[in-house]
């Protein structure tokens, strides 16, 4: 009898575990949910928060607020929900700023891929090289062509310093040993102004804030970073067709605080990637020149740490040093 009671005791023991895991996920959320934007309103990375937070809302019967924390390219935002309770209750909007960072800033009060819990990534959007048109190059080569010819002399603009505009540069430069002047502006609108003016000659640049200066001809699109062309710039080839191997891209997911719960973080990743596949959505982020992007909390953690040693490797080859 006491062998069968011992027994009986154990098998309660471990299905108890379970279905409280299975009640907290069901009973999740409990309150309202905030979204971190560690940048202002308007932008890519606000737009998809908002795409996100909606079809959240409306799914699991609980407000999800976004609140934009911008400054210090993104790390305000980041240490923020680095410091919430982990709940699952403070998610965060990452992207490419936020492994930048980890190399591009000496000291930081958190380790990013340390202490976050890669919940569901959403899109991935190209880049776009763009120069102005009095540049005397129509393609990649003529532009790789004309920069060897002018040592020094070219100007490149970029929304900052660490920015993913100014290190997909970096990894131009370095794959195909042109030499351009860094010029960081704060943020894509007065770079671009400036592009246009011709006070500098090229940019890379995400699609959503370019494409209609390249659709009214004020801007000239060489290529796409990413490695395959961009549905929004269809006849645009990509930069690896003449530089093989190169690849960048904008990309954004959602992150928690380290220790969140796996069946929090499990059903948020089911949620986010049935808000990538409906067809509304993807219609959507097709019309901001992204693409949906869905994997499994490991596979994008996988995907962040790939990332993030890609870039330092760039950052640091290029001495580039936080503002």
Known sequence: MKRRQFLKLTAAFIVLPTGTLMSRAQAYPIRPVRIIVGFAPGGPQDIMARLVGQWLSDRLGQSFIIENRPGATGNIGAETVVRAPSDGHTLLLCGPPNVINATLYDKLNFNFTLDIAPVASIATAPLVLLVNPSVPAETVPEFIA?????????????????????????????????????????????????????????????????????????????????????????????????????????????????????????????????????????ARLAELGATAMALSPGEFSKFITDETEKWGKVVRLSGAKAE
């Open 146 to 282: 004309y920069a060897k010819s002018n040592p020094s002399r070219i100007t490149m603009a970029s929304s900052g310093t660490g920015s993913p505009q100014h290190v997909s540069g970096e990894l131009f430069k370095m794959m195909t040993g042109v030499t351009m002047l860094h010029v960081p502006y704060r943020g894509s609108a007065p770079a671009l102004t400036d592009l246009i003016g011709g006070q500098v000659q090229a940019m890379f640049d995400t699609t959503p804030t370019s494409i209609e200066y390249i659709r009214a001809g004020r801007l000239r699109a060489l290529a796409v970073t990413t490695a395959i062309r961009s549905e929004l710039l269809p006849g645009t080839p990509t930069i690896a067709t003449f530089v093989p191997g190169y690849e960048a891209s904008s990309w954004y997911g959602i992150a928690a605080p380290k220790n969140t719960p796996a069946e929090i973080v499990g059903r948020l990743n089911k949620e986010i990637s049935a808000v990538v596949a409906d067809p509304k959505i993807k």
